[in-house]
């Protein structure tokens, strides 16, 4: 079974705080996607990578991958309310477009 | 582009009623879908996938007689939760990726809320 973990699963900040999400496999990924969703929303995709080593960033979120690609990092600068929501992973562990999700990480930042 | 909708959004069924949420691609050809069921603060987790054309596969512990998936057409799948349960009641999600695409391109619906009362 091709396992997914992703932590911490709950975190609750003050604004302006820094952040760090983790997922890891013992399996490489193909590819390896974040999303945030909103409370009875669909996931929205925030970033895909596939290249190991690979460093993505979105205004005050950095998306990285490692360099073996078994692990990925988000890490969020200085956060706001606005940030909070469900985060989760989510890796392809073959060319195929089957998908598997981490556990999730709900982010609450309070003003 | 690459529009995921559902219908409906929400739904309220009796105990022993079977219900049907359409998944379609607005603007795009999805020759495989996904349905995906999720419990308050969890995660997504996956049913089944849906091929068009073909029976849909199902990941273990998933009842297909409950759970019937339909894939009848490039843009639209259905899942038919049958004679639910009280235990049924979720956010079901479905996904669906581009015929074409790249292959971990995979675009998300809003969701369906099933109640079972």
């Known amino acids: 079974t091709q396992l997914l973990e992703q932590s911490p699963q709950f975190l609750s900040i003050q604004e302006g705080e820094n952040l760090t999400v983790y997922c890891n496999s013992s399996?490489?990924?193909?590819?390896l996607q974040w999303y945030r969703q909103e409370p009875g929303e669909g996931p929205v995709l925030l970033v895909t990578?596939?290249?190991?080593?690979e460093v993505k960033k979105l205004k005050r979120l950095t998306f990285q991958f490692g360099d073996a690609r078994k692990d990925s990092s988000l890490h969020i600068t200085a956060a706001q309310p606005g940030d909070t929501g469900l985060y989760l992973c989510?890796?392809?562990?073959?060319?195929?477009?089957?998908?598997?999700f981490g556990e999730g990480t709900q982010l609450t930042v309070n003003p | 582009g690459a529009v995921v909708s559902q219908h409906p959004s929400w739904v309220i069924c009796k105990s022993g009623t079977s219900v049907k949420i359409e998944c379609r691609s607005l603007?795009?050809?999805?020759?495989?879908m996904f349905w995906y069921r999720q419990f308050p603060k969890q995660s997504l987790m996956l049913m089944a996938t849906?091929?068009?054309?073909?029976?849909?596969?199902?990941e273990q512990g998933v009842e297909k007689d409950k759970f019937l998936i339909n894939h009848a057409s490039l843009t639209l799948s259905t899942l038919t939760v049958t004679s639910a349960h009280p235990e049924d009641s979720s956010f079901y999600i479905c996904?669906?990726?581009?015929?074409?695409?790249?292959?971990?391109?995979?675009?998300f619906g809003p969701g369906t809320r099933l109640t079972v009362t």
């Open positions: 849906s091929n068009e054309g073909s029976k849909a596969t199902y």
């Open positions: 399996s490489v990924f193909s590819s």
């Open positions: 996904s669906a990726h581009q015929a074409g695409g790249a292959y971990y391109e995979q675009y």
């Open positions: 990578v596939v290249t190991g080593g």
């Open positions: 989510a890796g392809q562990f073959a060319s195929g477009s089957r998908l598997t």
């Open positions: 603007d795009f050809q999805a020759t495989t």
